[in-house]
């Protein structure tokens, strides 16, 4: 069984910054694609970005130009650094791996999930 476990996440005001991290356990990680995803009370979970086996990265445009992922796989883990953090950023993130990977890994599914954590933005 894979587990999946995000860093603690943290209260921030707008404009600072925040680090997530995840590790994935299980052998070979560096041959899956891993994503973040963030979820608002009442709202469908948002797909943020990814990061594939070969190191392609893609963002959603909603944050694309703020958040960085990466990845170090002798780590098995993952990053999510958040940049300029807005009050909107607030919600429960979420890692998840996926099932392997993709030309693109946008079209990855994502079959092992993290429980989420939280990142709250506010002055």
């Known amino acids: 069984e894979v587990k999946v476990e995000e860093s603690a996440g943290g209260s921030v005001r707008p404009g600072e910054s925040l680090r997530l991290s995840c590790t994935a356990s299980?052998?070979?990680?560096?041959?899956?694609?891993m994503a973040w995803f963030r979820q608002v009370p009442g709202k469908e979970r948002e797909w943020l970005s990814c990061?594939?086996?070969?190191?392609?990265?893609y963002y959603n445009a909603s944050v694309e130009g703020r958040f960085t992922i990466s990845r170090d796989n002798t780590r098995n883990t993952v990053y999510l650094q958040m940049e300029n953090l807005k009050t909107e950023d607030t919600a429960v993130y979420y890692c998840?791996?996926?099932?392997?990977?993709?030309?693109?890994?946008?079209?990855?599914?994502?079959?092992?999930w993290g429980q989420g954590t939280q990142v709250t933005v506010s002055s």
């Open positions: 998840a791996r996926g099932s392997g990977t993709e030309h693109s890994c946008r079209n990855t599914e994502y079959i092992d």
């Open positions: 299980g052998r070979a990680f560096g041959g899956y694609d």
């Open positions: 990061i594939s086996s070969y190191l392609l990265t």
